[in-house]
């Protein structure tokens, strides 16, 4: 009876601390939008068009051939709610007539977001030199839109490299 006891512990033991380290796997449904996309769409653009520029839509509607959905479902451990996202596009005469943007991005709102961020990033730091003692002039001003600084600039991913060689089967001397 005790040699069934300890291996019975060691692995309720076990089972319980590996119930805390469950893998929840990331679920992405429907169709992503880019934003700059999102943003050509207007209205007098025809079927063929919207599908260059958005795509096919995930779910056609059966009984009105007139509006097509675009839906997104995004759902991860690393957030709460799951995010919903859904553009609506309604057709006349094969032609855009209006539509309707639940949550989908447009490129003016990233461009919004992203002077947010510059901005909040500028008041920051003049925040830290004031609470250093450095005087404001060192600081960088918070009103407008606020020059990157050196440091704040994404490098670029490809370092500059040598010369291609030329391609096999072209002369490499003068002519």
């Keep these: 009876m ?3 006891a300890l291996p019975t512990i060691l692995l309720a033991t076990s089972a319980l601390f590996a119930s805390g380290c469950v893998y929840k796997m990331n679920i992405q449904q429907g169709n992503y939008l880019v934003p700059n996309s999102v943003s050509q769409l ?5 079927r063929s068009q919207v599908r260059f520029l958005l795509g096919t839509p ?3 509607v059966a009984f009105d051939d007139n509006r ?5 479902y995004f759902n991860s451990q690393k957030i709460k709610a799951p995010l919903k996202r859904r553009l609506t596009v309604y057709f006349a005469d094969d ?3 209006r539509y309707e943007n639940q ?8 461009d919004q977001l992203e002077r947010d961020l ?30 990157p600084s050196e440091a704040e600039k994404t490098p670029d991913p490809v370092p500059p490299s040598a010369p291609l060689p030329a ?9």
């Design 42 to 46: 207007k209205e007098g653009m025809t």
């Design 58 to 60: 995930m779910v056609p």
């Design 68 to 72: 097509w959905d675009y839906y997104y």
């Design 118 to 147: 510059r901005k909040a990033i500028a008041v920051t730091k003049e925040d830290k030199a004031k609470a250093s003692g450095d005087t404001p002039a060192a600081a960088e001003p918070a009103s407008g839109a606020a020059t």
């Design 103 to 110: 949550g989908v991005p447009t490129q003016a709102d990233l």
């Design 167 to 175: 391609p096999a089967g072209t002369p490499s001397g003068p002519t």
């Design 2 to 4: 005790k040699r069934l």
């Design 95 to 97: 032609k855009v007539a």
